[in-house]
């Protein structure tokens, strides 16, 4: 089972990141394309995202979490 947009929510809050979620839109040969859905503080994200499934995640070292939901 894949974990869901919910818990990273509360990582990103204890380190105060900004949260990216994207989807997937399409697989080409030169890369993915995807589109972003949502970008802000963990606390500002609707909630209907929170039990989307997170298929990819990256942290960048700075400042901000990117979450790739179906």
Known sequence: ?????????????DKELTVHIARYKSDSADGYSDEEV???KPED???YYA???VTEWTISDTDEIVLYVK
């Open 45 to 47: 994200i609707p909630e």
């Open 51 to 53: 039990s989307e499934e």
């Open 1 to 13: 089972m894949k974990p869901t947009v919910k818990p990273f929510l509360a990582l990103a809050g």
């Open 38 to 40: 949502f970008c802000g």
